[in-house]
């Protein structure tokens, strides 16, 4: 079992930059592919990005330019650097775990293995 603990959200000006860090624990960290969703008041979770297990990327159109998804085996984390911040940006975050990239992709919301409980960007026009 994998449990996955996000830090790093909080009040940003627009056009300000925050990076999200997501610490895992629990089982093998290097062999799971990681992502990022969003969650806006009164919209669905949508994904944002998303990592596999060796470094491939994929990132959702709104973010593509502007966010970056990275890991680190080593300290068991993945990072969502989030650059030129929009007032659409403001979101609960979540981070997701999956033994399958595609999963994530797809967003197969019950097929995750793990969820963490979220951090909450704001971003203030």
């Known amino acids: 079992q994998v449990q996955l603990v996000e830090s790093g959200g909080g009040l940003v000006q627009a056009w300000g930059s925050l990076r999200l860090s997501c610490a895992a624990s629990?089982?093998?960290?290097?062999?799971?592919?990681m992502g990022w969703f969003q969650q806006a008041p009164g919209k669905e979770r949508e994904l944002v990005a998303v990592i596999s297990s060796g470094g491939s990327t994929y990132y959702a159109a709104s973010v593509k330019g502007r966010f970056t998804i990275s890991r680190d085996n080593a300290k068991n984390t993945v990072y969502l650097q989030m650059n030129n911040l929009k007032s659409e940006d403001t979101a609960v975050y979540y981070c997701?775990?999956?033994?399958?990239?595609?999963?994530?992709?797809?967003?197969?919301?019950?097929?995750?293995?793990?969820w963490g409980k979220g951090t909450l960007v704001t971003v203030s026009s």
């Open positions: 629990g089982r093998n960290f290097c062999s799971l592919a």
């Open positions: 997701a775990a999956s033994e399958s990239y595609r999963t994530i992709w797809s967003a197969n919301y019950a097929g995750m293995n793990a």
